[in-house]
């Protein structure tokens, strides 16, 4: 029987996934004059930064807020005069060993001096020594290693131990990094996590009136995004790059100047052919946590005063977080945010964890709630890159030995900080690397 033929077509860029890296390029690239293509495996933009809607309330599928310290995307909202709206979540409070809530408030780190976690001399010598973590770097620059390079091989636990005290530590930061990006500070770089707490010390939660996801749902609408088309292969060839992709069951492939790749670091080598060298040797080392988002809703009203719960990860290896969800109106019913820390997020994604388990813990934490059901949950295989000790100096060595190749190039994540910020600015800095070269 005869193959079924194969149609070619001509592109000039293609970007490989509309998250929020993948947008910021194609966005860039299209301000820019450029003809640029999106192709997306799932059917709506976003990635981890995208949102639907459940009984008619906004609900965030991955990411749950952005901060003010977020000079690009705060820019770009400006100029797409997209209002980032802060939530009303003004609590942070972690579970203790025997079951009580301490809370503090992340908009004011002196509020940490009345959690009641610590004694009294631990807080204050906690309280004492912040300037000194947030002094700099305001963020991880990787286009700038020495900026953070001499602690890059250090474990934050540790170096932070050092300077906050080993309970505070256990007790206050590890529960939140845990709870925020589903890992320990045992395996988290000093470097990274200095970088890290300024932004998270001075973090007012902000989102938009529909969603986290409303940035990228803008951003595609101004693009050409072809949904349901995953790439399955991208293959160099002399003066084009060669896409292969699935859509609604048909094989397309498109040839272009240059690709910029924006999927998970940890599956680029799935359709990467013919890697070279350097490329296979550091995308072998991206690794990332893994988490479940489950939406709930209860028959009780919402509490006036919203907050996160955080668990401390050496002790809970179910939950990572539950929070209200913030774009819930004050009515009868409740909308909760439950996610699933990594441990625990793996035995879902294995298929070992049901339903039924997933509410019993929850009701086991918060108490019993009438009529409790879960609405939507969202497994990420990859939710967070690990920042492990050395891995920003592996991303520093791969951006300078790398960047020469002018067909192919990557931003996500795991090449810039593991949030949605630094997603967007390499996704910025991709694009123009792309033009220029
Ligand atoms: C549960 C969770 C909570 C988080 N909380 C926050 C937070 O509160 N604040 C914050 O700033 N950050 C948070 N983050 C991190 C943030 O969401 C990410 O850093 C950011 O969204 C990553 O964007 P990206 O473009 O690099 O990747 P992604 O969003 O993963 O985008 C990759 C895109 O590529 C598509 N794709 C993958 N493979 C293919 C293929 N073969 N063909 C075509 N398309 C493909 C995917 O469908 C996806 O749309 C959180 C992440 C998770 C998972």
Redesign the pocket.
Same mark, same amino acid.
């Given at each position: 029987m005869k193959k079924p033929k194969t149609r070619v077509d001509e592109v000039d860029y293609i970007v490989? #996934?509309? #998250?929020?890296?993948?947008?910021a390029a194609a966005t860039y690239l299209k301000d820019h004059g450029q003809q640029v293509l999106v192709?997306?495996? #799932?059917q709506i933009?976003? #990635?981890? &930064?995208?949102s639907i809607e459940l009984d008619r309330v906004p609900a965030d599928l991955?990411?749950? *807020?952005?901060?003010k310290s977020?000079k690009n995307i705060i820019a770009k909202n400006k100029e797409l005069g997209l209002p980032a709206l802060a939530l009303s979540i003004h609590k942070i409070g972690i579970q203790q060993p025997n079951n009580s809530i301490n809370y503090f408030n992340p908009a004011m780190p002196l509020s940490l001096l009345s959690f009641k976690g610590l004694s009294f001399g631990k807080r204050l010598r906690m309280i004492l020594t912040l300037p000194y973590i947030i002094m700099k770097p305001p963020y991880i620059n990787i286009y700038n290693p020495q900026q953070v390079g001499d602690l890059d091989n250090q474990i934050a636990a540790d170096y932070f131990g050092n300077i906050i005290g080993n309970s505070a530590v256990t007790e206050v930061l590890d529960p939140v990094i845990h709870g925020?990006? *589903?890992y320990s500070l045992q395996n988290t770089s000093a470097a990274f996590l200095k970088a890290m707490t300024a932004k998270l010390l001075t973090m007012r939660?902000l989102s938009y009136a529909r969603g986290?996801g409303e940035l990228s749902q803008k951003l595609a609408s101004q693009l050409q995004v072809k949904y349901g088309?995953? $790439?399955?292969a991208i293959e160099r060839g002399d003066d084009r790059v060669l896409v292969n992709?699935i859509i609604t069951g048909q094989s397309k492939t498109y040839r272009a100047k240059k690709v910029i790749v924006? $999927?998970?670091g940890n599956?680029v080598l799935?359709?990467l052919k013919q890697p070279t060298n350097i490329e296979r040797q550091f995308f072998e080392k991206v690794e990332y946590s893994s988490?479940v988002?489950i939406h709930c809703r209860a028959d009780i009203p919402l509490p006036n005063d919203s907050s996160v719960l955080f668990y401390k990860p050496q002790e809970e290896k179910q939950l990572a977080s539950i929070h209200m969800n913030p774009y819930a109106q004050k009515e009868k019913k409740s909308y909760m945010v439950v996610?699933l820390g990594s441990v625990f997020a793996k035995k879902y994604l294995n298929g070992q964890v049901s339903d039924k388990e997933i509410l019993r813990i929850i009701q086991n934490k918060i108490g019993p709630v009438p009529n409790l059901e879960i609405l939507h949950k969202t497994p990420?295989a990859?939710? $967070?890159?690990l920042y492990y000790p050395g891995y920003i100096k592996l991303v520093n060595e791969f951006q300078a030995t790398y960047d020469r190749d002018d067909m192919i190039l990557y931003?996500?994540?795991?090449l810039a900080g593991?949030?949605?910020? &630094?997603?967007f600015t390499?996704?910025l800095d991709a694009a123009k690397r792309a033009i220029n070269t």
């Open positions: 490989i #996934g509309a #998250g929020i890296s993948g947008l192709l997306e495996s #799932g933009p976003g #990635g981890r &930064m995208s991955g990411a749950q *807020f952005i901060a977020y925020l990006a *589903f939660p986290i088309a995953k $790439v399955i992709a924006a $999927v998970p599956t799935n359709i988490a988002i996610t990420w990859s939710a $967070v890159p931003c996500g994540d795991y593991g949030y949605t910020e &630094m997603a390499s996704g």
